[in-house]
């Protein structure tokens, strides 16, 4: 049981370039979410999901895309990386209750 | 809207007691949690307590929660360096929707 599990932990991107986070977890839980986390301002919610199929956004949605095709999968798109999209992001799972959240190992993105 | 606020940092010597203090204003919050990140690591989940709790005890963990002022605390007892690290609040915004809207974080420096 892997839990929750983010690829890649590193990436250094040029301006303009796109990318997927990956993010998978293995406990059947319904809620997935992507978080940024920039110095001195916690953890921010990017996309969530609350099933296969259905997407929503959080506090800080643009320039960013999220699907979610399996129960497993949740994976972040950024579509034409900006220096202001450098940070490290989180990618967490839930059940359906929404009581206990679990986290990933987080990835750290350099956008230059 | 909703909001969190901790104190940036909070340093104390090995063995004695810690207690890192967070304010929120969502009074429909269900649950309200507290995460540890360690250096270059995840967020793990320490523990949470049900909004119609006042306190819940877990080993050298307690959680106080005062929903008249909309303060919560989290004392470590006998705390020791390895218990250094980053702590963040974080409540889980009204309708129970998985939505966690978190605090900067508390930096604890544990002193030998």
């Given amino acids: 049981n892997a839990g929750v599990t983010q690829t890649p932990k590193f990436q250094v991107l040029k301006t303009g370039q796109s990318m997927t986070l990956q993010c998978a977890q293995d406990m059947n839980h319904e809620y997935m979410s992507w978080y940024r986390q920039d110095p001195g301002m916690g953890l921010r919610l990017i996309h969530y999901s609350v099933g296969a199929g259905i997407t929503d956004q959080g506090e800080v949605p643009n320039g960013y895309n999220v699907s979610r095709s399996t129960t497993e999968d949740f994976p972040l798109r950024l579509l034409s990386a900006a220096p202001s999209q450098t940070s490290v992001y989180f990618c967490a799972s839930g059940d359906t209750a929404v009581r206990e959240q679990f986290f990933g190992p987080g990835t750290r993105l350099t956008v230059l | ?112």
């Fill in chain 2, 1 to 112: 809207g909703e909001d969190v606020e901790q104190s940036l940092f909070l340093s104390v010597r090995e063995g004695d007691s810690s207690v890192i203090n967070c304010t929120y204003t969502d009074s429909s919050s269900t649950y309200l949690y507290w995460y540890k990140q360690e250096p270059g690591a995840g967020l793990q989940l320490l523990t949470y307590i049900f909004s119609n709790m006042d306190m819940k005890q877990d080993q050298r963990l307690t959680v106080l929660l005062n929903k008249k002022d909309k303060h919560l605390s989290l004392r470590i007892a006998d705390t020791q360096t390895g218990d250094s690290a980053i702590y963040f609040c974080a409540e889980n915004g009204p309708g129970n929707t998985g939505k966690l809207i978190f605090g900067q974080g508390t930096t604890l420096q544990v002193k030998p």
